[in-house]
T-cell receptor, first 114, second 112 residues
């Protein structure tokens, strides 16, 4: 079945460590997104990519990095520079020919910094 | 950036009751969307609204695009236990390119 796969679902990290969250989609979507979700807050955009080898910063990109070497994959690295990394991270994708709201989300990755 | 104020933040209702929630903004939006997120899952699109005044239904769900283009409403009729989750509004502002702004969510709990 087509969809978006995020891994790992749960991740624990010590302070000072970088971690990479995986996002893979087999929907043949052009655009991919990373959002951060904190309790009681809406989803905030970290990075997005509309085409391979190109990506743009979202509203809260500081402390994060991404790459888009393949259409199917958009990994997110949470670096030690991110001051408050504990959160639920959601990856999404869409076909650029569809209305902007037609986002398909993965199941999320919950990162906890110890 | 843009902000969406979603209310209420949470609701605890009896099965069978109707539910209303809304999103407001000081900015004009040209698209309003409503998503539902179940525990441990990503949000799923419920309803999309593209014209001011538009009223759209999806089963027991009805959403409206406010005439002022600064608000939107979601109603759920005759709630059932599987309606439990977090409901998010999202909007696309006029000068936001294709970047959505999300509300803070309404957590709905339904007592059987």
């Amino acid at each position: 079945d087509g969809g978006i796969t995020q891994s790992p679902k749960y991740l624990f990290r010590k302070e000072g460590q970088n971690v990479t969250l995986s996002c893979e989609q087999n929907l043949n979507h052009d655009a991919m997104y990373w959002y951060r979700q904190d309790p009681g807050q809406g989803l905030r955009l970290i990075y997005y990519s509309q085409i391979v080898n190109d990506f743009q910063k979202g509203d809260i990109a500081e402390g994060y990095s991404v790459s888009r070497e393949k259409k199917e994959s958009f990994p997110l690295t949470v670096t030690s520079a991110q001051k408050n990394p504990t959160a639920f991270y959601l990856c999404a994708s869409r076909h650029t020919g569809l209305p902007v709201g037609e986002l398909f989300f993965g199941e999320g990755s919950r990162l906890t910094v110890l | 950036g843009q902000q969406l104020n979603q209310s209420p933040q949470s609701m605890f209702i009896q099965e069978g009751e109707d539910v209303s929630m809304n999103c407001t903004s000081s900015s004009i939006f040209n698209t309003w969307l409503w998503y539902k997120q179940e525990p441990g899952e990503g949000p799923v699109l419920l309803i999309a609204l593209y014209k001011a005044g538009e009223l759209t239904s999806n089963g027991r769900l009805t959403a409206q695009f406010g005439i002022t283009r600064k608000d939107s409403f979601l109603n759920i009729s005759a709630s059932i236990p599987s309606d439990v989750g977090i409901y998010f509004c999202a909007g696309l502002a006029l000068n936001a390119g294709n970047m959505l702004t999300f509300g803070g969510g309404t957590r709905l709990m339904v007592k059987p």
